[in-house]
């Protein structure tokens, strides 16, 4: 069997750039960055995007491609007992997979609905009421949401056929097609959006900094979650991607391009988005705070008003910010599918069909759960301790695991100078090994004093027991479980290790 390879270098990047650029981007950013600080968080930001991001990117691409294979192959390359540590990052890409396909699936049915604006006036009842049908209580399951269900099985068989086709011709072709129609379209949404009256109001609130926020320990908590998100690293997809690079590819040249090109993407979408936020403050005679919402509101309640109230075109660009949601959602959910895909081919030897068939089978069963009337409470609660636990602490094991365990951080950065053009300097292995562990570290034990004292969002404790921290658990055993199993492809030539 021989191991996939991208098409071109370009596909390369560019099926990169479709996994970092997603609804992390597009909604979750501005809401971020409002909540923490507004133009005082692009510190925090930064700090964490150069301490952890992307030293963590070039990681991920060194042992993707130096031991070729997908996340557990690479870890047990680097020290045997270390197998799990893959399958804990792959399932969690894994379960997030289960309900991003859920919030695409909304935005599926919302860019229908932009033709004529059919959520009318009161979007916010709209949204929970009458579209998703939310129950009064995480106890109360309700029945399954139809209107839900559809666009979300309508998405999961474009993702199998996707998938089905391969890293060249589905994830590489898809994202060749997707990419440059989304940036098209968040420039024009972003130009209009700036022309707008009362855009300024809008600016003002994303670039005003309230310095006091940056002594809060949660706002450094929400940059390091957030660039972890952002740029899709601790996942393991980048590993997965690095992989079906051929042997002579620059790495830190790439990892540049891809780093720069999200995070560059964030920002500037965000000033059409905070311009469109200022529009609406403006028309409805109030101040910006109150019309910003959380990810899920911003997308689904506040934009839909925001097009009630557009000058003219409404439905134009009610269409063109849900596709745009789409397109960039999708490429990030084809990368959230592939470790998993990769790593249950090699392990257990199957065909690229079989593996998407039992890896999507069983995430698109798993969001069967929030397709039902109380989804949106399962979905709240797993996404935060996913979120908040399941991938900074796997980080942590990362650089610990390649700086102390293994001791390979060196040898990575020989392999990557070896390739590039650039060259990665001492800073990297310093960052790897002391800068990246003990910032992430400060981060998790402030964030689980927290929540010692504090059951997470009010919700019942068995609630956040099972699908929190028990979900978490589920995911460890589960990987330690695989690793005891043989490896069914090995030894094979096809991952013959790119020499240093
Ligand atoms: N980076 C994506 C976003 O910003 O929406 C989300 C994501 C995709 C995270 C793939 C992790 C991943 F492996």
Redesign the pocket.
Known sequence: MKREQWGTKYGFILAAMG???????LV?YPSVVYENGAGAFLIPYFVALFTAGIPILFLEYSLGHKYRGAGPWVYQKLSKKWEWLGWWQSIV?FV?LSY?MVILGWALSYTYYSFGAQWGEDTESFFFNDYLGVTEGVGVLGGIQWKVLIPVAILWALLFWVLHRGAKRGIEWASKFMIPILVAMIVLITIRGLTLEGAVKGLEAYFTPDFAALSKPEVWINAYGQVF????VG?C?MITYASYLPKRSDLANSGFIVALSNCSFEFFAAIGIFSALGFLATQQGVEVGEVVAGTLGMSFVVFPQIINQFPGLNSLFGVMFFVSLLF??FT??V??AE?GIAAIREKFGLSRKAAVNWLCGASALLSLLYVFKGGLYFLDIVDYFINNYGIVVSAILMVVLAGWVSKQVDSLQNHINDVSIVRIGAWWPIVIRFITPLSLAAMVLWNIYKEWMMTYGGYPQWSVNVFGWGLLAVVIIAGALIQQRRWATEPSPHREEVSS
Do not use: Q, V
């Not at 996994?19 to 981007?25: E, M, R």
């Open positions: 996994s970092a650029i997603g609804l992390g981007n979750r890409a997030i991003y998100f952002t740029l899709s996942f997809t960039a959602g990030s959910a990368s959230l470790p």
